[in-house]
């Protein structure tokens, strides 16, 4: 979702080439891309002169977008090569990026800022857009993302803060069901809360979620973490 300047509205793309050039850009965040590169991402079936054609009238086009938007003189080009200038722009997923390669480790400096920073994440890199092109740092982003919630909720359990903790692992388990060690973390925090029925709940969901999607059971040491820790409820 992307909203201008001068209105609340999302910007409304007029072709869906427009929307992917802005995301190429975006995705390169105020580096330079070459125009045959950009040719070969949005046109690669197309010969040369046609998708440099392709190009220039998409290009055009995006300028007109970004200005109605109230975003202007944002895109340059220099020697057959395209800038666009990030700095009157927002994103939650460079935010996160930025924040979490600044902040490798969660302490009790960084803590509040890892809840805020991970509170503004809207979901994956260009939303429902599936761009071939991207899917490497989406995937990297995404999982960033979700070893960064685990990293929270285990700081929290250290710090016996459980109920904190629990509202992290869930996110981490909404987002992938088949993940182990948050279940296996949230087991953990069922146990310290008493909550025998949770703790009962999260794994048989992992059981019956595995075999499900993917046809095989849990490790044997989550079963096993589970056996002990409901056996000592």
Sequence with gaps: QIYGNSSKEMIKWPTAKVRELFACFVYQWGKEVDKWKLCDI?????????????LHSTV??????????????????????????ME???SDVWE????????????????????????????ALFGDEDYAWAEEMRERIERDY???????AAYYVTKKSYVQAEKYLRTAIEKDPSDEEAV???????????????LVGFYKNLRQYLKKELGVTPNESTSKLFRSLFQEL
């Design 96 to 123: 996160l990026k930025k924040f979490l390669d600044n902040n490798p480790l969660v302490n009790d400096g960084n803590v509040a800022n890892y809840g805020r920073t991970l509170t503004l994440y809207r979901g």
């Design 60 to 85: 055009y086009r995006l300028k007109l977008v970004l200005r109605e938007a109230g975003v202007e003189d944002t895109l340059s080009c220099k020697t057959g090569k395209y800038t666009l200038n």
């Design 184 to 198: 296996a973390l949230m087991m953990n925090v069922c146990y310290h809360m008493g909550d025998k029925t949770g």
């Design 42 to 54: 949005l046109w690669p079936e197309s010969p040369p002169k046609k998708a440099e054609h392709s």
């Design 146 to 152: 979700l070893e960064s919630v685990k990293s929270v």
């Design 88 to 90: 009157g722009f927002t």
